[in-house]
T-cell receptor, first 117, second 109 residues
Framework: GAVVSQHPSRVICKSGTSVKIECRSL??????MFWYRQFPKKSLMLMAT?????????EQGVEKDKFLINHASLTLSTLTVTSAHPEDSSFYIC?????????????FGEGSRLTVL | GQNIDQPTEMTATEGAIVQINCTYQ??????LFWYQQHAGEAPTFLSY??LDGLEEKGRFSSFLSRSKGYSYLLLKELQMKDSASYLC??????????WGAGTKLIIKP
């Protein structure tokens, strides 16, 4: 199956710093990538939909100036958590849909666990 | 509104069969997904149903009834490694996934 690589898998940062998480589709082109956040013992929460070459569409309640999303190419989307605070500590997951996909199947990255001290 | 309901937790015995139910309400419908998630890891795709009926894939099967807004995931010959959370997700008319909170499956020897 298609592979989505997410990096870094774990990151610890100080409060006030910014952290960038990369999501790459390794063997397919992805016009659409999704960014999710998962709180402990909760389901995935869609943060934003990232379309190649255009601005991301953010879900209600998600601060677009805090969670910067850039989808610069058909194989790479990045999420930057700016001025991170301890409440931003969470598991962040990206997923991608192939350009040619007709089933709508999503392929997930491995996830990035962010800890803000 | 859009909503997904599935049990919070289930317990089953190794070697047995377990059925995890899911009901959904979405604006439009473009398919029902089941994902498996082990603690601390990203979800992995298990199945996709868009037509009514049963889809079998090895030890796992998934069923869909669009008229009832209902799906189930059937796991046979349970193994200890099947202990995980199982997420049901429905895709709406905008191709967005509406996620359930997940069912934690505990397998006992």
């Amino acid at each position: 199956g298609a592979v989505v690589s997410q990096h870094p898998s774990r990151v610890i940062c100080k409060s006030g710093t910014s952290v960038k998480i990369e999501c790459r589709s390794l063997d397919f082109q992805a016009t659409t990538m999704f960014w999710y956040r998962q709180f402990p013992k909760k389901s995935l929460m869609l943060m934003a939909t990232s379309n190649e070459g255009s601005k991301a569409t953010y879900e209600q309640g998600v601060e677009k100036d805090k969670f910067l999303i850039n989808h610069a190419s058909l194989t790479l989307s990045t999420l930057t958590v700016t001025s991170a605070h301890p409440e931003d500590s969470s598991f962040y997951i990206c997923s991608a849909r192939a350009v040619s996909a007709d089933t709508g199947e999503l392929f997930f990255g491995e996830g990035s666990r962010l800890t803000v001290l | 509104g859009q909503n997904i309901d599935q049990p919070t937790e289930m317990t089953a015995t190794e070697g047995a069969i377990v059925q995890i139910n899911c009901t959904y309400q979405t604006s439009g419908f473009n398919g029902l997904f089941w994902y498996q998630q082990h603690a601390g890891e990203a979800p992995t795709f298990l199945s996709y149903n868009v037509l009514d009926g049963l889809e079998e894939k090895g030890r796992f099967s998934s069923f869909l009834s669009r008229s009832k807004g209902y799906s189930y995931l059937l796991l046979k010959e349970l193994q200890m490694k099947d202990s995980a959370s199982y997420l049901c997700a429905a895709m709406d008319s905008n191709y967005q996934l509406i996620w359930g909170a997940g069912t934690k499956l505990i397998i006992k020897p």
